[in-house]
């Protein structure tokens, strides 16, 4: 089982258009392997469910709009309904340019007890936890306590996962189908509702993770592709959509956030049309 603290971890975004993505998995192919599970899939690629937690005013939405430096974002991911399979709650750090995530399988039965406020038990593990896994479930309770956070989105994607050949700590990701919408509810489901948006259209998030330096055959690759990094935050663009629609107000400078949208959705275009 891989560590829930992921130390020394770096993130490289990207957005182009789907006609490229053929050629970067060939890149690809000498360097990883596809991820097993998506290795059976008709699409090569999995669906990933995130609730996005964030306090009344959403200050950690806010804390990416203004660029801070230092900051965090609060999420249970999972993948599909089955009640026996296990929903992980997660903290995102970022400081600087290094992410660092705590991550803790809970039981899908105690989370919504858990998201609403109750305090977590070992019990409440899926499996056998690990002292780090507790304390990252703690740690995500404390500050959701502290930011009196509660669900604000659903965001869903597929994802295409690449990792190292024997080695997880490399991963290159790319996600498709990115859709977000309201969510006030923890029941962790599936399904969107009817107000959900794309996020990025057509486009394709690719993702480069690595520990330590960065890989030469990745530089070689950002070289050849013509790759220009570009922030890409799925929860962030997602409120951003969703109040550029006037499907939800996200507090009173909902004017300011509407010209942040705007700005943001041209540099995505223009991310795009270069590779074109």
């Not at 596809?34 to 669906?47: F, I, K, M, T």
Request: hydrophobic share 35%.
């Amino acid at each position: 089982m891989v560590s829930p603290f992921q130390r020394q971890r770096f993130e490289l975004k990207y957005i182009l258009d789907e006609a490229r993505t053929s050629n970067i998995r060939d890149f690809l192919r000498p360097y990883l392997e596809l991820d097993a599970y998506g290795a059976l899939q008709p699409d090569r690629s999995y669906s990933v469910h995130s609730l996005y937690l964030d306090s009344p005013d959403l200050t950690l939405h806010q804390s990416t709009i203004n660029g801070d430096r230092n900051r965090f974002k609060l999420r249970v991911r999972y993948y599909e309904d089955d009640p026996d399979r296990p929903v992980f709650f997660e903290i995102k750090r970022r400081e600087d340019n290094t992410i660092f995530k705590e991550r803790c399988p809970v039981r899908r039965s105690s989370a919504s007890e858990i998201l609403a406020g109750r305090l977590p038990s070992r019990t409440d593990l899926a499996y056998d936890g690990r002292p780090a896994e507790e304390r990252a479930l703690h740690d995500f309770c404390q500050q959701v306590n502290s930011l009196r956070a509660r669900p604000v989105a659903h965001v869903r994607y597929r994802r295409e996962a690449w990792h190292g050949l024997g080695d997880t700590r490399i991963r290159v990701t790319m996600d498709r189908q990115v859709r977000s919408c309201p969510e006030t509810r923890s029941s962790l489901c599936t399904q969107l509702s009817e107000e959900a948006i794309s996020v990025f259209g057509n486009a394709v998030v690719l993702e480069l993770k690595f520990t330590n330096r960065f890989p030469e055959w990745m530089a070689e690759m950002v070289r050849v592709f013509g790759l220009r990094p570009c922030s890409a935050a799925k929860y962030v663009d997602g409120i951003l959509g969703m109040e550029d629609q006037q499907i939800i107000l996200t507090n009173p400078t909902h004017a300011q956030l509407r010209n942040t949208a705007e700005r943001r959705k041209l540099k995505q275009i223009q991310f795009v049309r270069q590779g074109q």
